[in-house]
Structure formats: C-alpha cells, structure tokens
C-alpha cells in the first residue's frame, strides 16, 4: 500500500474517532450499554460499603440471637449486591457485544462497498492482500475493542475512579501519599505507551504484507506450480511471517514490560496506604470494618488498573487498525459520478462512439502516452476492429469507453454526451465487454451467465448460452447449469470461460459490444462457431473489436491500425493490404502473404 502524505507515524486513541459515523445510528444502544456498565460497576463499589457494615455492624451485636439475625440479614443483602452485579453484567456483556458484532459488520460493508468503487488506477497501487488483511484482521481488531475491551475499560474506569474517590474520603492523609506516588508512575508508562503504539502499526503492517504474498500467489497458483516454485514462496511466505513475528514479540515485550511495571508500582504504592491503614486501626483511629472496606476498595483500584493496562494495548492496536480502514475509506476514485448527470439519448441499433484528439497517460507511467491525440469516430451499428503491435493502445481505448479512467486531453463521448458528464451507471448500462481473461465466479454456469443481466429468466440465459456455443459443453457438466465452476472457473478450460464470458455478454444485449480477444483461447472448430455467433450478435448494436489474430476481423466494416497511441492506417482488409503498410506486414506474418519491405520488425 502507497504510503499515505502526512500520516502519523503511529496511532492514538484518538483514531478511534474514525468509528463515530458507525456508532451514531445505534446511539440509543450505546447509552443503553452505558447505562448497565455503571450500574455493574456501581454493584460492584457497593460491596466493600457491605462487607463493612458486616464487620462493624453484624459481629458486635452483645445477644447472639441478635447477632445471627443481623448477619443473616447482611448476607442477604450481600448477595442481592452480587444478583444485581450478575444481571447488570449480564446486560452489559450483551448490548456490548451486539454493538461490536454490529458496527463491525457495518465498517466491512462500507469499506468493501467503497474499495470495489474505486477506479483501476487504486489498483495500481494498492495490494488486494492488502486490503482483504484489512477487511478481516484489522475489522477483527476494531471489534474485540467496541465490543468488549472497550467495554471493561470503561467499565473499570468507573470502578477504579469509584474505589479511588472512596478511599481518598475514607482516608485522605495517607491516599495523598498514594497518589503522589502514582503519579510519577504515570509518567514512564506514557513513554512505553509510544513504543507500543509504534509497534502495533508495524505489527500489522507486517501482518497485511503476508496475507498480500498469499493472495497474490494462491490467485496465480498454477503458475507457481507448473515452474515448481512451490518452496520458493512457502519460503517467502514464511520470511514474512517471521518478519511479523518478530515485530509482534516486539510490541508483546514492551507491552509485558508496561504491565509489569503498572501493576508492579500501583500495587507497591497501594500496599503503602494498608500499612498505613493497618497501623490506624491499631491505634483505634478507625475500626475494622473501615480497615476490611479499604482492602476491597484497594483490591478493586488495582485490579481496575491491571485490567486497564491491558485494555491499554488493545486499543492502541485497534486505534491503529481504524486509521489503516480510514485510510481506505478516505481514498477518493479520480473517476467521479457528475453533479448533474446529463441522461443518454434512447439509442435504436447502436450507439455513437467519438474520440476526440485524446491523450492518456497511465498513472503509473506519466511519462510515456498510451495514446496521442487519438481520434476515432465510430457511427451507430458499425463494426470497428482495432488491431496494431502489442502495447499500441488497443485496450485503452476500451477502458476509457468504460470510464475506467479519464483522459488528460480531449474528449470522449458516447451517443454525443461526453462521459464525464453521464452517470457511470448509465454508461456501463449501454456497454457490454468480453475481455481477453475471461472472468467465472465461484458459483452456477448459470448465476456466471446471468451476472450480465441478474433479472433474465433461465430461458434467456439458456438462449445465450446457445449462441455463444456454451450450451453443449454446460449441459454436460454433472449438474448441467447448476454445476459450481469453482474459484476462478478451475473446472473449466479457457475456451470454455471465455464462451460463458460471451454468453454473459450477449444476455445484457447492449447497444456498444467490446470484444477484446474475445475467441484467443478458443480451438479452431469452437472459433468458427462462436465468431458466427458472435457476428450475429453485433447485429444492430456498435461493435468495437480488438484482435491479433486478424481472421476475427476480416469482415469488420472498418479496420483501424494503431501503433503508438496513434492511428496510422485505416479501411477496410482488402485495402490495407493494397497499401503495403502496418497492416500489410502484419497480414503477411499471419496469412503468408508477400511481405512488404519493413524499417523495424512488428511485435504481436
């Protein structure tokens, strides 16, 4: 992942803030939460207050008959503390988790809801493992936090606070002491704070570069295995689990070290007031049961502490997994949706395509032009076939059409509206594409068909599949139309995706076809077939077609050749071999024809 200009170093607290919009709409559940989180704590600060009216009250009675009564009736109310502690932490421990299960459901949605909007050039420079590290560990993060550290934080906060304001009034001289000492533990545990901070992001950054090493290679992992890489990137793998390994012992020894010395210090400093308390009570400067009071208010304070050291590092790291999902959420596509969208006009056997003296730089090479004031015309219900050496700019031509990207220059425009003007919607609505890698879901031959129109009934989708000569071949797989394709199609060859990518296209019926490649990966016999289904479904509707294989395009009622992100020829077959140029030199290559004399050798 690019880095970010001007981000922290490390994360605070106070990137937390980032969850607000997820946390407003359940706003009544949160101070429901509340609500029951300081009663359970409140239950809690009430049974040191019992136990002393226990000791002071129940065991000094002079009558034993008086005195079993009086126990018996503090034990009661003992444990009507514990009932009501039970009930309130029940509740707590349920609206808490609800909220967390919630919320994080809902930041995974926005997150991958607004990463799949964004234009290709964040995929430029942005990992997929990333960014699928981000949607599961890092949501996971945020959710042990909102529903359940953060949780007991607060709720030992209010303990904590509650035991400390008790004994500070129960026993203001030696709580002073106390305090002073606390203080100065305070402060080493802000610089260890830092450390762990620092950490934490490291750790997960280093989290994120694995899980991006494994969907990389798992996505690819025929490749892998037919060159027999399979240790070398186990092995690369490992290295960076190692990485993450070592940076996440880091963070756990500094963090282990702040527990330590948190609970270490607190509770010597705490330690220093019983003895204080114990040498008052000897004295008869306070009773017994003020002195059993202290000891469970003590116990509680340092036990809010402990916890809340913990609690500490919890957040810390989840402060930092919410600031790496602000990150995403924060990424703005360079491709926008117009203020005012201007409605394309009803089309009626094809749409208008016109480029107008465009220039495009990819992103990610800004100084070399994919195309140079290119200009291309294409009339509704023509058939345009692109053709020209690798690296022309071919395929740019058709992700501009899609919008995929804008242009630096010039203009594009679809049935006369220039595409930054239409609604994104609407334009990808009028176009259908069949891309050269051929793209099956990991569900039905039929769900992969009907994801061109999800409304189509069977039937059309059948009446697709026959025209693009996929029929055959999925009515004979073991379930017919309902068999799984596996991830990626694994269970199918590339002729057979690359028809159900076809059919896909043919269901949507729309008035601009893209093909690019559209049969490379088919046999000669299944080529034959689909390009006549093919060419009858570029009947009335615009076609635009990209090929190396220039038989595809022989019929095409214009042939356009391109080399260098510009044209340099264009007509029809017959005339661009006469012409003994670009073309006539690719012809030959392919139909063994007499090769024209050329300068430079051509690079299919």
């Known amino acids: 992942m690019k880095e970010v200009p001007g981000r922290p170093a490390a994360a605070s607290p106070r990137s937390l803030s980032g969850l607000k919009p997820f946390i407003r709409p359940y706003r009544g559940r949160v101070a429901l939460a509340g609500v029951f989180l300081v009663m359970a704590a409140l239950s809690t600060l009430a049974f040191p207050v019992a136990l002393k009216t226990l000791i002071d009250q129940g065991l000094v009675a002079a009558d034993p008959g008086a005195r079993v009564m009086q126990l018996r009736e503090h034990f009661v109310a003992l444990f009507g503390v514990a009932a009501a502690l039970g009930v309130f932490s029940a509740a707590r421990f349920y609206m808490v988790s609800w909220l967390g299960e919630r919320i994080t459901a809902d930041l995974r949605s926005a997150v991958y809801a607004h990463v799949i909007e964004q234009s290709p050039e964040f995929f430029e420079s942005t990992k997929t493992g990333e960014v699928l590290s981000r949607l599961t560990t890092d949501t996971t993060l945020v959710q042990t936090v909102v529903g359940s550290s953060l949780s007991m934080g607060l709720r030992n906060v209010v303990m904590g606070a509650g035991a400390l304001i008790a004994l500070v009034v129960t026993n203001p001289a030696v709580m002073a002491q106390v305090l002073g000492i606390l203080v100065l533990v305070v402060l080493p545990s802000l610089y ?12 997960q950054d280093r989290v994120a570069d694995s899980s991006a090493i494994a969907a990389e290679v798992l996505a690819e992992i025929p490749v892998v295995q037919s060159y027999g890489q399979e240790p070398r990137e186990a092995q690369r793998f490992s290295t960076s689990t190692e990485d993450a390994f070592r940076t996440a012992l880091r963070r756990t020894r500094v963090r282990a070290f702040l527990v330590a010395f948190m609970i270490t210090a607190t509770f010597g400093a705490l330690l220093w007031g019983l003895y204080q308390g114990t040498q008052a009570v000897l004295a008869g400067r306070i009773s017994a049961g003020h002195l059993g009071e202290t000891v469970v208010f003590v116990i509680i304070f340092v036990g809010a502490v402990a916890v809340l050291s913990e609690v500490y590092g919890d957040v810390l790291r989840a402060a930092g997994a919410t600031e790496r999902l602000m990150e ?23 749409s208008a395509v016109a480029l107008r003296n465009v220039t495009f730089h990819y992103p990610s090479r800004p100084t070399q032009a994919s195309l140079a004031e290119f200009t291309l015309t294409v009339r509704p219900g023509e058939t345009v076939a692109l ?76 009446r697709a599949a026959r025209a693009a000569y ?60 689909v390009q006549a289904a093919l060419e009858a479904a570029m009947q009335n509707r615009t076609t635009i077609v990209i090929a190396h294989r220039l038989a595809t395009v022989l019929r095409a009622d214009r042939i356009v050749v391109m080399d260098g992100g510009r044209i340099v020829e264009s007509g029809r077959h017959d005339e661009l071999v006469a012409r003994g140029g670009l073309y006539a030199r690719l012809a030959a290559m392919q139909f063994d024809l007499e090769t024209p004399p050329a300068h430079q050798p051509v690079t299919l």
């Open 470 to 529: 996929a029929h055959e071949f999925i009515s004979a797989l073991p379930e017919g139309y309902a068999t799984y394709l596996g991830e990626r199609g694994v269970r199918l060859s590339g002729g057979q995706r690359q028809r159900i990518s076809i059919a896909r296209a043919i269901l949507k019926n729309p008035p601009l076809l893209l093909l690019d490649e559209a049969t490379s990966a088919l046999d000669a016999e299944s080529e034959r077939v």
């Open 387 to 462: 053709v020209g050496p690798s690296g022309a700019g071919k395929t740019t031509v058709l992700q501009l059409l899609l919008r995929f990207y804008d242009a630096q220059a010039g203009s594009v425009e679809l049935d006369g509206v220039p595409l930054r003007e239409a609604s994104l919607a609407a334009l990808r609505q009028r176009i259908g594409i069949v891309p050269q890698d051929s793209t099956v879901f990991s569900t039905s031959a039929l769900e992969n068909i009907r994801y061109g129109r999800p409304e189509a009934s069977d039937d059309e989708v059948i």
């Open 328 to 350: 995403l959420l924060a990424a703005r596509s360079p491709v926008t949706e117009p203020a005012r969208p201007r409605p394309l006009p009803a089309v009626t056997g094809g």
């Open 192 to 203: 260890f704070g830092r450390r762990v901070r620092k950490l934490s992001r490291a750790s």
